[in-house]
């Protein structure tokens, strides 16, 4: 009976104790970045001050995601992002979302929209037949794009071959006009207007242009 009494106590006490133990807080979510005036392509740096929280989850608003503590970020179009930070725990969950305006640049990038794989692509500024500002872009297959770059040139000139072994490689003969404040594509498609050319090296950063024939059209270089 007293052995049983005993029991019984410890029981309650274990029972007592357990039932005043407060309740896991839900979590709060909350972070900071940089207030100032940004311009693509930019990247920002956010900080947590979540509390309570075991999970993160970053939702940047232009289809990229990460669950790191303090992520940094690549934006590369200009415009306004809803970047949303979920907080969670055993308990629940909380959302805090905060709105960025990023000023778009002057910029641009190459899409490849003809019927063939383009080899060794880069885009420049010509200047009277010399390549400045040069930026390569590697191949680019059947609807592929190009990686974005700023610019503060006027118009850009588009360079490629089709093959590995072509002696010539193919120039846009008109460059394409950029405009100021925007994200350009330059589109080479099948009736792209282009010149056959020649490369000589002058030194490491500038390339000389030779011409070789008239201006074509880019899918009878293929035919042909």
Same mark, same amino acid.
Not at 42 to 63: K, N, P, R, V
Not at 141 to 146: D, Q, T, V
């Given at each position: 009976?007293?052995? @049983? ?10 029972? %007592?104790?357990?039932? !005043? ?5 839900? =979590? #709060? ?9 940004? %311009? ?21 608003? &232009?289809?990229? #995601?990460? %669950? ?21 725990? &055993? ?5 805090? #979302? ?14 490849? @929209? ?5 080899? +060794? ?17 590697? !191949?680019?297959? $059947? @609807? ?11 118009? $850009? ?7 590995? @072994? &072509? ?14 404040? +925007? ?6 498609? &099948? !009736?792209?207007?282009?010149? =056959? ?28």
């Amino acid at each position: 009976m007293r052995k @049983n009494y005993l029991l019984f106590m410890i029981s309650l006490f274990v029972f %007592t104790f357990c039932s !005043d133990e407060e309740p896991s807080p839900s =979590p #709060t979510a909350e972070f900071s970045c940089p207030d100032r005036e940004l %311009t693509s392509p930019c990247t920002i740096s956010f900080i947590d001050l979540s509390i309570h929280a075991d999970e993160l989850l970053w939702d940047f608003d &232009d289809g990229q #995601t990460s %669950t790191e503590e303090n992520p940094s970020h690549l934006f590369k179009i200009g415009g306004n992002y809803n970047v949303k930070l979920i907080a969670k725990n &055993d308990v629940g969950h909380d959302e805090f #979302t905060k709105q960025i305006f990023i000023k778009q640049s002057t910029a641009y990038q190459v899409k490849n @929209n003809s019927s063939f794989n383009l080899i +060794y692509v880069s885009s420049f500024y010509d200047s009277n037949n010399y390549i400045l500002d040069q930026h390569h872009h590697g !191949d680019l297959s $059947i @609807n592929e794009s190009s990686d974005i770059f700023s610019t503060e040139r006027e118009n $850009i000139s588009v360079l490629f071959k089709f093959n590995i @072994n &072509d002696e010539y490689w193919a120039l846009t003969a008109n460059p394409f006009v950029i405009q100021t404040n +925007y994200l350009n594509v330059l589109i080479l498609k &099948d !009736d792209t207007e282009i010149i =056959p050319v020649t490369l000589n090296s002058k030194n490491k950063n500038i390339l000389e242009i030779t011409t070789n024939s008239k201006k074509v059209i880019l899918k009878d270089i293929i035919n042909n």
